[in-house]
């Protein structure tokens, strides 16, 4: 079974599994700011779940191409919408600052927890 090693805490999934519902399912802050109550609830159509995913993955679909070409997005390329995101091998996941997860500091990495305090709105 794949692993997920995410905001310091590392767990097993079934292939396929969809990491935007496996990080929820652990209880691992995805959201930034107020994106936590404004989100589309894994619809691809907000942003607001965007993370770095290193390991096996399923290929980006076109929706999220189109998000990660917006301005809010465009400069990280290599980062991916949780949502649309289906694990398929062992995997690390990093979130960073900004209501989308757009920015330039990581707000926690696979191994760690909370490393930057996140205002809230």
């Given at each position: 079974?794949?692993?997920?090693i995410?905001?310091?805490?590392?767990?097993?999934?079934?292939a396929g599994?969809?990491?935007?519902?496996?990080?929820?399912?652990?209880?691992i802050?995805?959201?930034?700011?107020g994106s936590?109550?404004?989100?589309c609830?894994?619809?691809?159509?907000c942003?607001?779940?965007?993370?770095?995913?290193?390991?096996?993955?399923?290929?980006?679909t076109?929706l999220?191409k189109i998000?990660?070409?917006?301005p809010?997005?465009?400069?990280h390329?290599?980062?991916?919408?949780?949502?649309?995101?289906?694990?398929s091998?062992?995997?690390?996941?990093?979130k960073?600052d900004?209501?989308?997860?757009?920015?330039?500091?990581?707000?926690?990495?696979?191994?760690d927890k909370?490393?930057?305090?996140?205002?809230?709105?």
């Amino acid at each position: 079974m794949p692993q997920i090693i995410a905001e310091g805490k590392t767990f097993e999934v079934a292939a396929g599994t969809n990491l935007r519902k496996a990080l929820l399912a652990q209880d691992i802050d995805l959201f930034n700011e107020g994106s936590k109550d404004l989100n589309c609830h894994g619809n691809g159509l907000c942003g607001a779940c965007v993370v770095r995913v290193e390991g096996e993955v399923s290929k980006p679909t076109i929706l999220e191409k189109i998000w990660m070409f917006l301005p809010t997005h465009s400069s990280h390329q290599e980062r991916r919408l949780a949502c649309k995101v289906n694990v398929s091998g062992d995997v690390s996941v990093t979130k960073f600052d900004g209501f989308f997860g757009s920015g330039d500091t990581s707000i926690w990495t696979p191994d760690d927890k909370v490393t930057v305090p996140v205002p809230s709105i």
